[in-house]
């Protein structure tokens, strides 16, 4: 078992930035590839970013490329999502997720979740 805990969501305005944070505890988290997907109100779940478990690869989506980072502390069991210059359209529900392949996390079909962490986005 993996459990994930986000933190770092809250209101913001256009322009603007915010880190996400997820700690896992449970299961080596190291062997995990970790990702964040989010849903948006009225729309479906999807994939945002991935990294493999060693941090050496990251995945991006489209409209998320160039202004969110991904990143990993495996001494800190802890994944984060750097977000810059954020839009009306980035508001959602984001969701940690961890895998034991990356492209489950691309897929929407990872492992574990957590319980996610509210971003707004003001204009």
């Known amino acids: 078992q993996v459990q994930l805990v986000e933190s770092g969501g809250g209101l913001v305005q256009a322009g603007g930035s915010l880190r996400l944070s997820c700690a896992a505890s449970?299961?080596?988290?190291?062997?995990?590839?970790m990702g964040w997907l989010r849903q948006a109100p009225g729309k479906e779940r999807e994939f945002v970013a991935v990294?493999?478990?060693?941090?050496?690869?990251?995945y991006y989506a489209d409209s998320v490329k160039g202004r969110f980072t991904i990143s990993r502390d495996n001494a800190k069991n802890t994944v984060y999502l750097q977000m810059n210059s954020l839009q009306r359209e980035d508001t959602a529900v984001y969701y940690c997720?961890?895998?034991?392949?990356?492209?489950?996390?691309?897929?929407?079909?990872?492992?574990?979740w957590g319980q996610g962490s509210q971003v707004t986005v003001s204009s």
């Open positions: 997720a961890a895998a034991n392949r990356y492209r489950q996390v691309v897929g929407g079909a990872p492992d574990y």
């Open positions: 449970g299961r080596t988290f190291s062997s995990f590839a």
């Open positions: 990294i493999t478990s060693s941090g050496g690869t990251v």
